[in-house]
């Protein structure tokens, strides 16, 4: 599997209380800190190399996960410093320690897919970007693609659309060469970047079937306890102490 960039710099927002004192990633979901339940799944996908994109509270997020030894995994870290870059700065910064080609994650999505098969659609693409999607109807957040017939016809973050059903999943891949792009810009989102490559025909699309869970939202995180519960359970006691 290609590096994964897991972007865990966001404020948090919408937890309120919650976060006023951890990144998004620390918070405890059923006994452990989420990252260890995401970690868990993107290590058992086959994911070794790891590029955390860091700002908010980024001394806990180091100190709590090391070098990755503790997981027989490598981690790596990439600062914002005085400003957050966006998740598509951030990235951009990160690009040094990531490759020709890799993966992006955010630090609050728990995505129960087939890691591998997303990876192979992305090899067999010539796009410079592939961006998973997930049939929404508006259920779990705003809807923001327009998919049809297997093509990402529409993409935007800022616009109600009738025709977008489907929402981006969480989970994209990159060529290094789709951010020469924004090589003059310092600070943007990955959205807007996906929306550029989707203009030049350099973004495809991957349906998942499999609805996505997060920890962004008080909402979110109860849906994610009730599912670890009643799925894997089993997990807990596998992770790393």
């Known amino acids: 599997m290609f590096p994964i960039a897991v972007l865990s710099g966001g404020f948090a927002t919408r937890l309120g209380c919650l976060s006023s004192d951890l990144p998004k990633c620390m918070i405890e979901i059923n006994g452990k800190p989420f990252i260890d339940w995401q970690l868990k799944l993107l290590i058992d996908a086959g994911y070794k ?3 955390f994109c860091v700002s908010h509270k980024s001394d806990q997020i180091i100190n709590y996960l090391g070098n990755g030894s503790r997981y027989s995994v490598h981690f790596r870290y990439s600062l914002d410093g005085d400003k957050q ?16 080609h890799f993966a992006v994650i955010y630090g609050d999505s728990y995505l129960p897919i087939n890691f591998a098969e997303v990876e192979r659609a992305f090899l067999k693409s010539s796009a410079l970007s592939l961006m998973t999607v997930f049939e929404n109807n508006n259920k779990l957040g ?4 327009v998919f ?3 093509e990402i016809i529409d993409y935007d973050k800022g616009t109600k659309n009738l025709q977008m059903r489907h929402i981006d999943y969480g989970l994209n891949y990159f060529k290094k060469e789709a951010f020469n792009y924004f090589l003059g810009v310092e600070t943007f989102d990955l959205a807007s970047l996906s929306a550029y490559l989707l203009k030049t025909q350099n973004l495809v699309g991957l349906e998942i079937f499999t609805r996505f869970y997060e920890v ?3 909402q979110g995180i109860r849906e994610l306890s009730n599912y670890l519960k009643e799925n894997l359970s089993e997990l807990y006691q596998e992770l790393p102490e």
């Open 49 to 51: 190399e790891f590029v």
């Open 216 to 218: 962004g939202s008080v």
């Open 148 to 150: 049809l017939n297997d």
């Open 142 to 145: 705003d809807s923001n693609v």
């Open 85 to 100: 870059l966006g998740t598509g700065g951030a990235i951009k910064k990160a690009l040094p320690m990531l490759g020709e």
